[in-house]
T-cell receptor, first 114, second 112 residues
Framework: GAGVSQSPSNKVTEKGKDVELRCDPISGHTALYWYRQSLGQGLEFLIYFQGNSAPDKSGLPSDRFSAERTGGSVSTLTIQRTQQEDSAVYLC????????????FGQGTRLTVV | KQEVTQIPAALSVPEGENLVLNCSFTDSAIYNLQWFRQDPGKGLTSLLLIQSSQREQTSGRLNASLDKSSGRSTLYIAASQPGDSATYLCAVITGGGNKLTFGTGTQLKVEL
């Protein structure tokens, strides 16, 4: 596709349920990032994938959060046993992977836990 | 640990004014710096990327400068328009990892 695509755009879930958020990066981009933006807050790094290397998971806030990237393309962020504090906009970005290349973001998934 | 600060947090200007947004970072060992804009309820749109070896980049009415040794970047917007109203974010990639570290943003409002 022309840009980074995220789905769903909005998700409302009940506390305690599991959710999956999807990210389709720009074709050919080897690097993929997940960030979280809570209301009125800055962007919080969650996880980074680069090619076939082990992902940088240093930003995942708890073991309820996990992410995978299949075939070096599509990524899924899974949140288990959702809590109200998980409510936020989850943003995905991709880039060509070299440190001097531009990162492009999707429109985000707004997650609301009720 | 890299920390990125943006000043001011909010700015309101009349249409037509030239303005400067500031970004500072604590670790000067960066690979690049990127400026984004974010409209309410939307994702981030990339505006300009400055590599560590560059001093500035221009795109239309936007000009971004980078002083790596002093840990500062500025985004200059010429002849501001109401459509420029958005939150502007700067982000850096620092050696030792490829993740972008973001500032908290400057919320810009350009009034008619």
């Amino acid at each position: 596709g022309a840009g980074v695509s995220q789905s769903p755009s909005n998700k409302v879930t009940e506390k305690g349920k599991d959710v999956e958020l999807r990210c389709d990066p720009i074709s050919g981009h080897t690097a993929l990032y997940w960030y979280r933006q809570s209301l009125g807050q800055g962007l919080e790094f969650l996880i980074y994938f680069q090619g076939n290397s082990a992902p940088d998971k240093s930003g995942l806030p708890s073991d309820r959060f996990s992410a995978e990237r299949t075939g070096g393309s599509v990524s899924t962020l899974t949140i288990q046993r959702t809590q109200q504090e998980d409510s936020a906009v989850y943003l995905c970005a991709s880039s060509l992977g070299q440190v001097n290349t531009e990162a492009f973001f999707g429109q985000g998934t707004r997650l609301t836990v009720v | 640990k890299q920390e990125v600060t943006q000043i001011p947090a909010a700015l309101s200007v009349p249409e037509g004014e030239n303005l400067v947004l500031n970004c500072s970072f604590t670790d000067s060992a960066i690979y690049n710096l990127q400026w984004f804009r974010q409209d309410p309820g939307k994702g981030l749109t990339s505006l300009l990327l400055i590599q560590s070896s560059q001093r500035e980049q221009t795109s239309g009415r936007l000009n971004a400068s980078l002083d790596k040794s002093s840990g500062r970047s500025t985004l200059y917007i010429a002849a501001s328009q109401p459509g420029d109203s958005a939150t502007y974010l700067c982000a850096v990639i620092t050696g030792g990892g490829n993740k972008l570290t973001f500032g908290t943003g400057t919320q810009l409002k350009v009034e008619l």
